[in-house]
């Protein structure tokens, strides 16, 4: 087995940061291209002797590279446990996988908080607006630079999902399978509009300073909280809420004031306040952006199935929540039909849950044993289990 | 007939503000009392004889006593125009009807921007919590001033109705027929976490000083204007922005920046813009406060039934909308059941429509059919056809 550190020539380990100079330019679909490019990535387990075990997994908006133990220094937490380590169905002992962060974000890859080369201060707004596109054609100058030339599965949720079916649209070649959890073809109306509020939040904070709070020493913290309370509304069920919280209070009696009176608005609070730590306002702003300009079917004649008539190839597992209705199973059933026009096998399931979108984060038993199902017997195919 | 006019000695006309002094102080839930209160109302219709045919309106968040044209000098328009006026199911030929601006508000009755005669300022934050029961006592006061013993119907959607069932609980013997639509018997985890969004949007700009804007000569703009946004999208449904918007462009092509490229960002943002314009910031708090607060069945015995169990004389119409997520058809159920256990003569109606939870405010037949029936049926009871 060769160790993806073997063949990394910027990076010493099973972490790092990936640097693209001029030479590997990347192209951005706004017009614009970036010509210093660094992208934060991790990998776990190790790529076998014939590069057919790599897994690349595409993080959802507000995460990032430390999809598994052991993260990087100073990161929270591995977000997916429940799919991502050993004896899961991404298997560290079995795939070589690896997660990068997305170009627009905060977490060691360029974003609108590096240093732009040609000023020498942060990009702040004059960073330029990235696509889901970008984000992809970063991700396959990632996995070139890693001497993989096919991954045996791109997989996300949510955001990353949206990734997964770019991947589909533009390096379908490159792939065998393909995992979409909790996601859309498009951002609708309501997706827009719901991040719109945020995007308003955090410009109204006067620490903005619009987007060049950095020079100044401040952030936007209480704009950039307000955003993610109303977004985090948006992650859960109503079901789920009343389940967790009802309308349980904080004390005995209630406060007749403005303070946290009930449970929910205590743990709303928090969310918000926690998000600020570990989040940079203006990436919200671009990679929101983003996902609101993503519509894979725009200027394909043949629509969503023409975009991806490139992918009957690849075998596709799409899987939606009954109470996610941030993306609901009608945008899933979308992608599946367009799967079935194009011609690519595609195994569908609408998971009963009534955790809301989150559930794809969670650990939901249905799912675990449907990804470990598909991703097995897409793996005898290839041949890993020989 | 008795014009209402005739028995006022502090309103000239059809309408005027309702003042009630020491002698008929408004006790509040949250113990204290308002000694000098002011409610801002209009009417319209003649009550009749027998003073049997008069119908209170309850307004929802952040609407007023305009109900109907015409409106008062500088409202913006008659807010139910599909459900009152002539021809209409509530009807000025037929019924003597009354809309109140309810305390808390900010369209002449005393709210948190008024001025409180203890300091000769705005009150702002030193104004106390009120509920859904202040209110509802509060309209109590006025209508014992328009002389009126029972009504005929009290009539609401949204926290109107909420004003509805508190008239059920608390003044049943005062109601012979009550209309409560697209509401709930208390407010779920996910109505408070939104509300708390709005709250926490309008407490983060620095323009609200704490509540004392109004001595500053500002205004929570920014932040009145994200709460409404993020209201905003509660009260339609997803379809419906859908339908409306979809992803249409403002422009031709994307502006590759955070200008509204969408139309669904520039409407949200209108709304946002316009909302200031009429409404208080420290109003919005305190009657979102009010609703969160609301929960009829709390500290009955009985429970909801037990609440209503005063009621069972009175006749219910009870509606909900399929597209409503806000007040889902599930919240109108347990009303009916809890109503059905009470022993009360309930109708109820789901209405299927794509239009949100604002489907109660806007054009729909079903509705103006079914209260249409509903009312004749009521007024035939109660001998106004005679």
New interface residues.
């Given amino acids: 087995m060769t160790r993806a550190a073997d063949i990394l020539t910027t990076a010493p380990g099973d972490e790092g940061v990936m640097i693209f100079g001029p030479e590997a330019p990347l192209l951005l679909d706004?017009?614009g291209r970036i010509e210093s490019l660094a992208l934060a990535y991790r990998t776990y387990g190790a790529l076998n002797a014939a590069r057919s075990n790599a897994i690349l997994i595409c993080h959802p908006l507000t995460l990032d590279q430390n999809v598994a133990e052991p993260v990087a220094a100073g990161a929270r937490r591995a977000w997916w446990p429940s799919l991502v380590g050993p004896g899961r169905p991404i298997d560290p002992e079995r795939h070589f996988i690896i997660c990068s962060n997305i170009v627009g974000g905060c977490m060691g890859s360029t974003g609108p908080g590096s240093i732009d080369p040609a000023s020498g201060r942060p990009y702040g707004?004059s960073f330029?607006?990235i696509t889901i596109g970008d984000m992809v054609r970063a991700q396959a100058l990632l996995v070139d630079r890693l001497g993989i030339e096919t991954l045996f599965a791109v997989v996300g949720g949510s955001m990353g999902g949206m990734q997964v079916l770019e991947w589909a649209a533009s390096f379908p070649a490159r792939l065998f399978s393909a995992v979409c959890l909790a996601s859309a073809a498009?951002?609708?109306?309501?997706n827009?509009?719901?991040h719109?509020?945020g995007?308003?939040?955090i410009?109204?904070?006067?620490d903005w300073r619009g987007g060049d709070y950095a020079l100044h020493g401040v952030r936007p913290e209480?704009?950039l909280?307000?955003a993610r309370?109303?977004a985090h509304?948006t992650y859960?069920s109503?079901s789920a809420?009343?389940r967790?919280?009802?309308?349980e209070l904080q004390r005995d009696g209630?406060s007749?004031?403005?303070d946290?009176?009930?449970q929910?608005?205590s743990y709303?609070?928090h969310q918000?306040a926690s998000f600020v730590d570990r989040f940079d306002a203006n990436s919200y702003?671009y990679i929101t952006?983003a996902m609101?300009?993503f519509?894979l079917a725009a200027g394909h004649p043949g629509g969503l199935a023409g975009a991806l008539s490139g992918a009957r190839h690849v075998r596709f597992c799409v899987a939606s929540f009954t109470s996610d209705?941030l993306y609901?199973t009608s945008e899933s059933r979308e992608i599946v039909r367009a799967l079935n026009l194009a011609g690519a096998p595609t195994s569908f399931l609408e998971i009963d849950t009534d955790r809301g979108h989150d559930a794809f984060l969670l650990d939901e038993p249905v799912l675990t044993a449907a990804l470990a199902g598909f991703l097995d017997s897409a793996g005898r195919v290839r041949g890993l289990q020989a």
Wanted: hydrophobic residues 50%; proline residues 5%.
């Fill in positions: 706004g017009g707004l330029p607006v498009r951002h609708s109306a309501q827009i509009a719901l719109e509020v995007r308003q939040a410009m109204a904070d006067p209480k704009g909280a307000v309370m109303a509304i859960l109503e809420l009343t967790k919280f009802g309308r209630l007749w004031g403005f946290a009176d009930f929910v608005e709303l609070r918000g702003l952006r609101d300009y519509d209705w609901p």
